[in-house]
């Protein structure tokens, strides 16, 4: 199965989209909320609970973008304060964030539940540099894979390595660049890498064997996120 956008990346795309009048409001929600989870939208101002809430107090912001936050310890990335968001982001993984606020999902049973979050300016890695890393990312970690004998204990990620043009099929809004379209899937594209070679460390010999395996995937799983991250957020994007 091919990976798919995180929930903030696809809800970021989509209200940017529509922000820019370049989605409609129903085509915009129903590709956000594909699938079998439901949405529910908490700390509007209004009182609102529902996704159009959320897009509408955006616009009311005068928003004309959201971007998007991949944070985990120690890299905070995509996020700029306060410490509130910071945690809430951090316990998810991932965030949208607009100049004012931010909507951080956590996912209960079949609801994704978005809270909203005040939010601060914050630095990100533009498009190029996010680009220039991934691909150097990439081919480090498959010539330290391959030093590692990575088809010995997971062939499925040789595989991947071996096929790096096969590349998740994204279908993104109107408006998006198609540079970050491509970079969206290619940090994807390493993401699933980086998870399918830590699925599990029977392979390894041993405990120093474990520790190069994670220390050869580790600058790919940054260089990943950065990616998606850089794709996900207006802010950095190219001029058109």
Do not use: K
């Not at 990335?77 to 982001?89: K, V």
């Not at 290619?186 to 399918?196: K, T």
């Amino acid at each position: 199965m091919s990976p798919e956008l995180p929930l903030s990346a696809r809800l970021a795309w989509w209200m940017t989209a529509w922000l820019r009048g370049d989605e409609v409001t129903d085509h915009a929600l129903d590709a956000v909320t594909h699938g079998d989870l439901g949405h529910v939208v908490e700390g509007l101002p209004d009182g609102g609970t529902t996704l159009l809430d959320a897009f509408v107090a955006a616009r009311r912001t005068g928003a004309d973008r959201a971007g998007l936050a991949l944070p985990v310890e120690g890299d905070l990335l995509g996020l700029g304060g306060p410490r509130e968001l910071n945690d809430a982001a951090l316990d998810s993984g991932e965030a949208v964030v607009l100049a004012g606020f931010a909507l951080v999902p956590t996912v209960v049973g079949e609801v994704v539940h978005w809270v909203m979050h005040p939010s601060a300016p914050r630095q990100l890695p533009d498009v190029g540099e996010a680009d220039r890393s991934m691909r150097a990312a990439l081919v480090d970690s498959a010539n330290l894979l391959a030093d590692l004998d990575v088809a010995r204990w997971r062939p499925e990620v040789a595989d991947r390595l071996m096929n790096l043009r096969h590349r998740p099929a994204l279908e993104p809004p109107l408006g998006i660049p198609a540079r970050c379209v491509d970079l969206a899937a290619r940090g994807l594209q390493g993401w699933a890498i980086v998870d399918l070679a830590l699925e599990d460390d029977g392979g390894a010999l041993s405990s120093y064997e474990i520790g190069r395996r994670r220390d050869a995937l580790a600058p790919l799983e940054r260089a990943s996120r950065r990616a998606v991250v850089a794709a996900c957020s207006p802010e950095v994007w190219p001029d058109p």
